[in-house]
């Protein structure tokens, strides 16, 4: 799926790599740390609070109900939309996949959508839903929908065709052959479309609340900004990329479990 | 009539349905026309802007700093990625960064990057760079995997030196991945751009398209918005076959 | 069918020789891939190595180049010790397509040429002669994906020919061909030996192979690997394969199996 994502590809490593690897990741977080600190301090901390500053300061605020209620709405309005791309994706994606023809009519389509800025949609999409929960959702559908179909289909046309015909040559009925053959030698692939459609769905909802709403983590983000309060959007930023990098390596690791690699 | 022949004349078909599809749904008001402009009258809005002139400043604007950001992002990123190579320790311990790079929506940088250099031009750049890099880096370490070790050999059977390995045979080698990369490096830069600008910016398209928005001037946003699709499409397109070209010949036929 | 030939040989300076030449890879599991080998090639003759699957072929090859450094004894062409370069005159085919996807076939022959300086015209000449020698006139404008795996393996071929080099190392060139190919290009090899006066290494795993085209055949241990047997062909300068009905053929084919079949047992993990 080199149209719509790359993935950094590392051999795998003996065990005995590991101890180093773990050491090279504390130095690189040590890194980003001290970078963060370095560009926090040289501001004067007119543009981002440094660590501490920021730990202390999200301390406090994830004692309020307010905190709580945005990331409530984030979070309600991300479920809602990852689900929809989720199962949408994956149904388009074994459609389009097992319609040869149609995969071919509308692979180049989706791509298409897929590298356009859909940002300059979304007054047509408060335009259709109205303000609040629903464009949010309907915006991030729009960002998460596409990654899975695509790579369903992929992986479904790049499947060995002796696994189907041992599936037929074994009796199996077609949901059975769906269900039985043809998910589970494309999990792989599945679960990576998944996970680029998990941040693509954050990032639509995120982008949703930042411009014409008034709740969520998106908001609270430029709300800060526009009230000057530093430790606040740097707060917002932290919680967020925090989140996103735990999903994602826990689903980098559901990948590398489905594919049998380790 | 071949079988690509018709897959395009159906893809082209579908398309025209569908704006065909929506042009009814709005004339007839199924769609309400105050919300969604018929598509015929998006194209004449788009036309009417492009006369006027009142996008040319934008236009200006929003471009060099796509294209800014892009050259950047394509220079740093093949840069570092080479120097990411040849490095083995540094590599294992960049790949979980990179492998995280994209979760993380770029995106909500932006005010941060506004706060720190307020609201001009440069905090969109190094928002486009920001978005785009990664993809050149991850694409430049893959290319350079790709290329066989048998090729390197030649290259040392005749007695290449450096410069001319890289140039001769290891660059040419890697070129498919590579261009895979600044593909996407320039979709990124330019969605990066163009959403900053949507959000939280004084001017350039993205900004028109907003502030159209918000003073309810729907022909002025339809306009705006097309024309920016339009771009992106056939920027994306302009690559797509350039690449195809490029790698016809290296396919078997 | 030894000696003779050889008695004479043994006076002049070796073209390229081996002394003593160890590999090892390290790695996690190090392996000791090569040697002891010591060999001596004689200024013009064609020289084939066969052995079992991962004896260590390709591994002589590389240290026989100057591509890698053998971890203990001595490698020398022309009279000069290799140190880690590739000397001038020497070429190598690989066991792999190494032809270049982005260039044409033409493009591709006279890829070492351009940076000769050399000049235009003659460089032309030489390319289309080597492209006509081995076969490609046709193809000269296609590209590499468009050429079957032999073809492309001429291609290797050919961009090496033109550089005109006094040593050609070849490491199963016809691999990937069907039986009644490979014997014809085994013909043009010769034909290529004869034309060009330089010394030729083939490695190959078909052992009819080796008894037509060679004036002497090394056979190799299972890895790591070792001659165990060096024999003399005996066959004219000029032959080609029709050889192969020739009573001495079936008795030299019998020899090389007879040496081998220990070895190629080894390395199938039997007692022999
Ligand atoms: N770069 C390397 N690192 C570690 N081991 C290697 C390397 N190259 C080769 N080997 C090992 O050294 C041994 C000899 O390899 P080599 O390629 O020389 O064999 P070969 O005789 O050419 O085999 P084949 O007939 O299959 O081409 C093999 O066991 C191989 O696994
Ligand atoms: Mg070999």
């Known amino acids: 799926m080199s149209e719509i994502a790359l993935e950094p590809t590392l051999a795998a490593e003996p065990r005995s790599r590991r101890g180093i690897r773990a050491l090279d990741l504390a130095i690189v977080t040590a890194l980003l740390l001290a970078l963060w600190q370095l560009v926090g301090r040289a501001t004067g901390g007119i543009a981002i609070t440094p660590p501490l500053g920021t730990l202390a300061y999200l301390a406090d605020l994830v004692q309020t109900s307010l905190f709580w209620d945005h990331l409530g709405a984030t979070l309600l309005a991300f479920a809602i939309a990852f689900a929809i791309s989720a199962v949408g994706g994956l149904a388009l994606g074994l459609l389009l996949g097992l319609r040869r023809f149609a995969g071919d009519v509308a692979e180049p389509i989706l791509a298409g959508f897929y590298t356009v800025p859909k940002v300059t949609l979304y007054p047509v999409v408060l335009l259709v839903c109205g303000l609040g929960l629903s464009a949010k959702v309907a915006f991030g559908v729009m960002h998460g929908l596409v990654p899975v179909t695509l790579f369903t289909l992929g992986a479904i046309r790049t499947l060995p065709p002796v696994l189907v015909r041992t599936a037929r040559a074994m009796r199996l009925d077609g949901w059975q052959t769906m269900s039985r053959v043809m998910v589970p030698a494309c999990l792989p692939d599945i679960v990576n479309g998944l996970r680029i459609s998990f941040s693509l769905s954050l990032l639509g909802v995120l982008i949703g609340e930042m411009f014409s709403s008034q709740r969520g983590l998106g908001f609270l983000l430029v709300s800060g900004l526009a009230q000057h309060n530093v430790p606040l959007t740097t707060s917002v930023v932290f919680v967020v990329v925090v989140g996103a990098v735990l999903a994602n390596t826990l689903m980098l690791r559901l990948g590398r479990g489905t594919s049998g690699r380790e | ?253 | 069918m030894t000696g003779g030939v050889g008695d004479i040989a043994v006076m002049e300076e070796p073209h390229a020789s081996l002394r003593g030449v160890v590999r090892r890879y390290g790695g996690a599991q190090p392996v000791h891939a090569l040697g002891p080998v010591d060999l001596d090639l004689r200024r013009g003759e064609f020289f084939s190595v066969v052995g079992p699957s991962g004896c260590g072929k390709s591994t002589l090859l590389d240290v026989l180049s100057g591509l890698g450094r053998p971890t203990g004894g001595t490698v020398s062409f022309e009279g000069a010790e290799l140190g880690g370069e590739v000397p001038d005159g020497v070429g190598v085919v690989f066991q792999e397509d190494a032809s270049f996807p982005w260039l044409t076939v033409r493009d591709n022959v006279a890829f070492g040429l351009r940076r000769t300086g050399l000049d235009g015209r003659e460089t032309a000449r030489r390319v289309e002669h080597a492209i006509g020698f081995m076969g490609l006139g046709q193809f000269a404008a296609h590209y590499p994906a468009q050429l079957s795996g032999g073809m492309r393996q001429r291609v290797c071929i050919a961009r090496t020919l033109v550089m005109q080099p006094r040593l050609i190392l070849l490491d199963e060139p016809f691999g990937a061909l069907d039986q009644q190919t490979r014997l014809l290009m085994g013909d043009e090899l010769l034909r290529l030996w004869r034309e060009t006066g330089a010394t030729v290494l083939l490695i190959t795993h078909a052992l009819d192979e080796a008894a037509m085209l060679s004036d002497r055949v090394g056979v190799m241990s299972a890895r790591p690997g070792r001659f165990i047997d060096l024999l003399e062909t005996g066959w004219p300068r000029e032959r080609d394969s029709r050889v192969v009905s020739d009573p001495a053929f079936g008795a030299l084919t019998s020899r090389l199996w007879s040496s081998l079949r220990t070895e190629s047992l080894k390395t199938m993990g039997r007692a022999a």
């Open chain 2, 1 to 253: 009539m071949s079988r690509s022949r018709t897959v395009i004349l159906v893809r082209a078909a579908v398309l025209a349905g569908l704006v065909a599809l929506l042009e009814v749904l709005c004339r007839v008001g199924i769609v309400d026309p105050m919300a969604v402009l018929p598509p015929s009258e998006m194209v004449g809005a788009m036309i009417d802007q492009l006369r006027s002139g009142e996008l040319d400043e934008s236009m200006v604007q929003t471009f060099s700093t796509i294209g800014l950001a892009f050259g950047v992002a394509v220079a740093l990123g093949t840069l570092g990625g080479a120097v990411v190579h040849a490095v083995p320790r540094l590599r294992r311990a960049i790949d979980p960064l990179l492998a995280s790079y994209y979760a993380v929506p770029t995106f909500i940088f932006y005010p941060l990057l506004v706060a720190l250099l307020g609201l001009g031009k440069l905090p969109l750049v190094v928002l486009g760079v920001l978005s785009a890099t990664p993809a050149v880096v991850i694409s430049t370490l893959a290319g350079l995997d790709g290329v066989p070790p048998v090729l390197r050999k030649v290259a040392r059977v005749q007695r290449l030196g450096r410069a001319r390995t890289l140039w001769l045979v290891v660059l040419p080698a890697a070129l498919p991945r590579l261009f895979g990369g600044f593909k996407l490096a320039l979709s990124y830069a330019l969605i990066g751009v163009i959403a900053g600008e949507f959000i939280l910016s004084g001017s350039g398209l993205g900004y028109s398209i907003s502030f159209a928005y918000q003073s309810f001037d729907s022909r002025a946003m339809y306009g705006a918005m097309l024309f920016v699709l339009l771009v992106a499409v056939g920027a994306n397109t302009l690559l797509y076959v350039w690449e195809g070209r490029l790698a016809r010949r290296r396919l078997r036929t």
